[in-house]
């Protein structure tokens, strides 16, 4: 009696994404963007913009690591893409030239935003985006 009321608690898994990007081994909520750092970035290129679900979400290659965020800013919408990353590995905003550090969205020059950033890692098979959805 006590082994069937235990069957009725467990819920069935989640049916994966038909989408076959979202098909990772151990997480359906890895989302591919690339095979390589070679074929995201290309030569000279440190930011790129990736599409994940119809949201747009800016990939920053620094010294230290590639990071991912927000694609605007979160002070009034500005293209980070079109801004840059400063010597300390901040990533400044073209239009009001606010800086955010791109490994914790903190807004590094004091104005009080944030810079929603997104997990990214690189395995063996490509580079993944973790997505919320
Ligand atoms: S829009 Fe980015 S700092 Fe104002």
Redesign the pocket.
């Known amino acids: 009696m006590k082994y069937i009321k235990l069957l009725e608690l467990i819920k069935p898994l989640k049916p994966l994404s038909a989408n076959p990007k979202r098909q990772t081994p151990n997480n359906m909520d890895w989302y591919k963007i690339a095979e390589s750092k070679e074929e995201l970035f290309g030569a000279g290129v440190d930011m790129v913009e990736v599409n994940v679900d119809d949201k747009t979400i800016l990939v920053v290659r620094v010294a230290d690591g590639m990071y991912a965020c927000a694609s605007k800013?979160p002070?009034?919408?500005?293209r980070m893409k079109e801004g840059y990353v400063d010597v300390q590995g901040n990533l400044v905003?073209p239009?009001?030239?606010?800086r955010f550090d791109v490994k914790t969205g903190r807004n590094v020059s004091g104005e009080g935003y944030f810079l929603k950033r997104y997990m990214v890692m690189q395995k063996e098979d490509g580079i993944y985006i973790k997505w919320q959805g």
């Open positions: 800013c002070h009034a919408g500005a905003c239009l009001h030239k606010y």
